[in-house]
């Protein structure tokens, strides 16, 4: 059964026509990555399924449960986990602080610590808890917001951009670190312009193309498609 | 005894400063001090030390919703006016008999906080933030003034209370305990000032706790970023608002306290500068700190009061003047950024040693 189903969806901002009937279907336990040009509707997509905008019109499908109308934090409550473009961290609290306040909900006392002690580790961050997280390097902050997202144990991750600003060793421990996760049992859906770490991860790739879906298929499908490339160089009106 | 334990450690956390002996030594030194004042010196300045504290409560309610939660509110000084008129209007109806003016201070806490939540029902759930907060408090502040300005006639009565336009109500009892040997009347005096000192005790160690616990952490992660705290699933407006009635019930303890202290509430209480006044107090002590809060209102009200008496009129400009101050040289407040560098300095002689 698909995990994350999108149904038709539509968003207008105005006269642009944002995301344009877009149908899309996740299986339990892959990892998909969404690539497209600037402009074509990847982080709309986001906000959509995170509930952050709402859909002219639509459904979205989560489990199986039509989760349109409930609000971000329900979604949450349902499964879902983000990791925003721009690091989303509490920038004036420590790294610790971060992490408490992801996992409090579901820890408390002394297994909270012990918890929050567990993904420092993971996410080789111990030696910098005590640091204000605005303090910390782009990559460590992207890593820190990761820790945060997961820390939920969400049946499906989105991840906008996980590796953007991050050396090249870097992204290739994030994508490690995506595939630990998905081996896990996490479902993932990431927006990713850096195709060697799509290469690395992504078992299923969707083109998006102003609001619309461009193409489907494995990496080595798309990469194979004249047309993915052409809009990419931005010939697609030629 | 195992919850009292979890209580006591969240009186030290990393939403506020002060921690270790040394600072629970000093704390109660400073507390001594302030049980002792009474006896020390004499009824005038007693009473006036009273009113001081009665200020510290709005303050602390303005460093909870503003300084902790993000949200810059002109309207602690609307919930203060409502419970001051609140306690006047049932105290001069029911009187004092039977210990009702400590029901009535409840009552006129809890009128002031239904206003709240109504209030910040319509803000938060309406998306309103930022700066947009400051102005539909503000007018919501200014119009509850203008409209008792104009109550003068004798047309607006709540039963045998007259609300008396500009005048303001007067003549309200004060708080009264009964007592098997008598009732005790606390009039702003040795009475009041024990009592006043002990719920600011109780009000300020209640909020260090809060501060530290589980709901402290979302409240403060909802100032550094609400859309990841609402996609860390927390749902951002019921804690908002939950602040917000909190912020005002203290608020509004301020104003019965100040109603029941000087037996009269006046419509300026809700006017422009009574609703900037805490502002300043707060900012120049460092509004994301419980302890620079107190000590910076405790402090700016002492020289403000002083100028008042001494320079009159300049006393606002004064206060203006220091606002900017403290924006240009430590926009974290003044007192904090003193307790900052005072912290600094014991951690390097310790580490000197």
Redesign the interface.
Known sequence: MALLELRRLNKHFGGLHVTNSVNLALETGEIHCLIGPNGAGKSTLFRLI?G?YHPGSGDIYFAGENITAL???AR??RGL??K?QVP???????AR?NL???L??RHR?VALEQEIDRLLSFLGLEAEQGQTAGNLSHGQKQWL?IG??IS?KPRLLLLDEPTAGMSPEETHLTGEMVQRLNAEGMTVLAIEHDMAFVRQVARRVTVLHLGQVFAQGSIDQIIADERVAAIYLGQAHA | MNRLL?LFRRLEG?QTIGRGPAFWTMFALVLLVACAFPLLTDGYTVGNTVYFFVWVFIALSLCLIWGYGGSLSFGQTAFFGIAGYGYGILTLNFGAAYGFTLIALLLAVGIAALFAMLLGYFMFFGRIAGVFLGIVTLAVTLTLERFMAQTAGPEWHIGVARLNGFNGMSAMPPLTIPWSGGDIVLFADVGLYYLVLGLLVLVYLGLRVLMNS?FG??I??I???P??????????RKYQLVTFVIGAALAALSGVLYTAWGQYITPSSMGMTAAALPLIWVAVGGRSDLTSTLIGTLLVLAVFQALTIYGSQYALVFMGALLVLTVLIAPGGLVLAVMNQLSRLATRRIQGK
């Open positions: 995170l952050e609000k971000s934090f949450i409550h986990s983000v925003f989303g961290v509490f920038k004036g609290l420590s602080q408490e306040i992801a409090q909900s006392g917001e945060m997202a939920l | 979890v990393p589980a952490n979302v403060v992660a100032r550094e970023n859309e990841r705290a609402e996609m860390l699933g927390y749902d951002v």
